[in-house]
Nanobody, 121 residues
C-alpha cells in the first residue's frame, strides 16, 4: 500500500525547534515534488515549503530563515526543520507529493495524515 507517513509533531515553547519527517512507503519508484502544508483552525491550508527531486526549494515568506526543508531521495523521505517557532506556527502540518510513480502507475496529489504542531507562548 502506497502512503505518506508523517512524524515529529508535538508541543514546544516559543523559540523552540521541531523536526518533521514524511516518508513515502510502498512500491514506489520515483517521488516528485514534496511539500509541507499547514492548516490552522479557521484558516485555509497553506503551502509552507516544497522541494523537488533536484533539491530546489521554495518557502512561504513567514517561515523564511526559520524553517528548512530537505529530502533524502534514497529513503524517499522529506524533512522540515523548524527553528525559532512562534505561536502562529501552530497548525496541523501535512505532507504532500505531487506525483508518485508506483508499481500500479502514477499517483497524483498524495497527502499524509497530518501531524499536530503546537507552539505555546
Amino acid at each position: 500500500q502506497v502512503q505518506l507517513v508523517e512524524s515529529g509533531g508535538g508541543l514546544v515553547q516559543a523559540g523552540g525547534s521541531l523536526r518533521l519527517s514524511c516518508a513515502a512507503s510502498g512500491r514506489i519508484y520515483t517521488v516528485g515534488v514534496m511539500g509541507w502544508y499547514r492548516q490552522a483552525p479557521g484558516k485555509q491550508r497553506e503551502l509552507v515549503a516544497s522541494i523537488d527531486s533536484g533539491g530546489d526549494t521554495t518557502y512561504t515568506d513567514s517561515v523564511k530563515g526559520r524553517f528548512t526543508i530537505s529530502r533524502d531521495n534514497a529513503k524517499k523521505t522529506a524533512y522540515l526543520q523548524m527553528n525559532s517557532l512562534k505561536p502562529e506556527d501552530t497548525a496541523v502540518y501535512y505532507c504532500n507529493v505531487d506525483r508518485l510513480t508506483t508499481q500500479f502507475g502514477p499517483r497524483f496529489d498524495s497527502w499524509g495524515q497530518g501531524t499536530q504542531v503546537t507552539v505555546s507562548a
